[in-house]
């Protein structure tokens, strides 16, 4: 039976869903007009066996169960029991005609809420109020510690350190992250500051700072540079924010740690990174630019230097009334001009392949052919010098995949410059296959280099002090120009010597196998530009 029923007017009216427990009809309707009498609105089912109350119980959701004591097939105690069996949590006042002190204690020990006398029933609204604000309280306490349990468990489940000081700043928990950040356990600091963490690296009135900001209810955030357990230091984020109670005063402080050294490190790192960006840019547009003007420069040289040269030889074929010195003067002069032009055309050259505009028009080029000609060319210079030439070539029809006019360039830089420094025995040129390309090198018997100055060779504008000290001086040019060229076509340069045992120079190029990946390379890209088009 459902009956609602309304409060009395002029009354605050409060709903309240009650299961009565009740084998007499007028008793449970004097139950409802004692509480209506007192301005509750209940709406209510009454039941009088057990089978109908679990019933009840199960499909119902209830405020307050009021039970008489004693019923014909069991007692309203009982009722208790169900609610606990089927985990409601539902308040139970029993309503009785006369209960002893025994009983009633029973009662309470058994887990009713209270309970009325039924000659006394001007005390049920009062009871069932007071029951139902205690177990709204009881709850709010049950959700507040749950609550307060979830909390510790993530503060003591994350990976951010986190520390509770009092007012004074004596530290009353940490949780697992401090002990992992710091290396000190939570009995080890548990009552103390956290002076102990000081690196030394921060000054006192960095400290007295913080302390003002955080006294004046303040949260401060900064980063500190504090000392592990071990001795170690490291750099935490830290965020400090004051705990105030109901009337405002502080009572606690929440630390929240960080260790922020690998991202200081990162962005450190970052920045140097990015520094070197910006000063390799600066550095590449430098050369460039510097390219660019040894390229102007170069073309502005060429046509005075070319009169120079012209005019001097002409003086010197044409001209046969002068003296020994003139003649001895006009020959410094063309010596001097044609040196000037080779720097010229040095500088200029190698401005071209810095700035990238050296393209190479790679072939299979036979070295033996190659070797021949280079020979050729400095033959007069070999019987002047009474020099042997050589040439060895494993197997005799090894060829490379390369620019043949730069291959040229690159051994008549290399075979001149041996020339200039070997003044009796040989220059040999000698090629053979490895797995890294074919390897040519240039060998002479000459002076030889010191080992101080063999890293430098092919460095721009260096030349080694038995050169300086030579009549035969370069430009300084034509060794950084013949490494340029061999790294252009993917080789690599390098030169074993020492003073008096002459020097090898030694350099790498591609072989026929690389022809024919670079053919493979084309055909499929070719391949792949009609598929794309059909």
């Not at 209506?36 to 209940?42: H, I, R, T, W, Y």
């Not at 709204?136 to 510790?152: D, H, M, P, Y």
């Not at 103390?192 to 003002?212: D, E, I, M, N, V």
């Not at 390219?291 to 040269?309: G, W």
């Amino acid at each position: 039976m459902t009956k609602p029923v309304r409060g009395i007017a002029g009354k605050p009216a409060a709903l309240i869903r009650a299961l009565l427990v009740e084998d007499s009809m007028e008793d449970a309707q004097l139950i409802l007009r004692q509480l209506e009498k007192e301005g509750l609105c209940v709406r209510s089912d009454v039941v009088h066996d057990r089978k109908d109350f679990e019933e009840k119980v199960a499909a119902n959701s209830y405020d307050v169960v009021i039970a008489d004591y004693r019923l014909p097939d069991w007692r309203g105690i009982e009722a208790v029991d169900v609610l606990k069996e089927q985990g409601k949590d539902i308040p139970v006042i029993i309503v009785t005609g006369s209960l002893g002190d025994e009983l009633a204690a029973e009662c309470i020990r058994r887990g009713a809420s209270d309970y009325v006398l039924k000659d006394r029933l001007a005390r049920l609204p009062s009871a069932v109020l007071r029951t139902l604000a205690e177990q709204e309280a009881r709850r709010k306490q049950e959700r507040t510690e749950q609550l307060l349990r979830l909390q510790t468990k993530a503060l003591e489940a994350t990976a951010t350190a986190v520390v509770i000081t009092d007012r004074e700043g004596r530290i009353t928990w940490v949780n697992p992250a401090f002990t992992r950040l710091t290396g000190y356990r939570a009995d080890e600091v548990i009552g103390q500051t956290p002076r102990f963490l000081k690196s030394g690296q921060h000054a006192a009135a960095f400290y007295r700072s913080l302390w003002g900001t955080i006294l004046a209810g303040r949260v401060w955030q900064g980063e500190l540079i504090n000392q592990r357990k071990d001795g170690t230091c490291y750099t935490e984020e830290q965020t400090i924010t004051p705990m105030v109670n109901d009337a405002g005063e502080i009572t606690h402080f929440i630390s929240i740690k960080q260790d922020a050294t690998e991202r200081k490190r990162a962005e450190e790192d970052r920045l140097r990174t990015l520094y070197l960006e910006v000063e390799n840019k600066a550095l590449m547009r430098a050369d460039q630019m510097k390219s660019e003007f040894l390229a102007d420069m170069s073309h502005e040289f060429r046509t005075p230097l070319n009169s120079i040269l012209g005019f001097s030889e002409l003086l010197l074929e044409t001209c046969q009334n002068l003296s020994v010195e003139q003649q001895e003067d006009l020959r410094l002069i063309y010596q001097s001009a044609q040196n000037l032009l080779q720097l010229v055309n040095d500088s200029l050259d190698l401005a071209r392949i810095e700035a990238g505009h050296v393209k190479l028009d790679r072939s299979i080029v036979p070295l033996k052919d190659t070797f021949a000609r280079i020979l050729d060319v400095f033959a007069p210079h070999f019987q002047q010098n009474n020099l042997r030439a050589g040439a060895e070539i494993h197997p005799p029809e090894l060829a490379v995949f390369a620019d043949s006019r730069r291959v040229e360039q690159i051994l008549t830089n290399l075979v001149g410059n041996a020339l200039k420094f070997t003044g009796r025995g040989s220059v040999t040129l000698a090629a053979h296959p490895t797995e890294a390309g074919v390897q040519i090198s240039v060998a002479d018997t000459g002076v030889g280099i010191s080992a101080e100055e063999l890293p430098h060779i092919f460095d721009k504008f260096y030349q080694a002090r038995k050169q300086t000290e030579s009549a035969t001086r370069g430009t300084g040019l034509g060794l950084a120009i013949t490494r340029q060229l061999v790294e252009l076509h993917g080789g690599r340069i390098w030169a074993e010597s020492a003073p008096g045992r002459g020097t090898t120079v030694f350099f790498l190029l591609p072989g026929e196998e690389a022809a024919q990946r670079a053919r493979a390379k084309e055909q499929g890209r070719v391949a792949n530009a009609h598929r794309a088009g059909g």
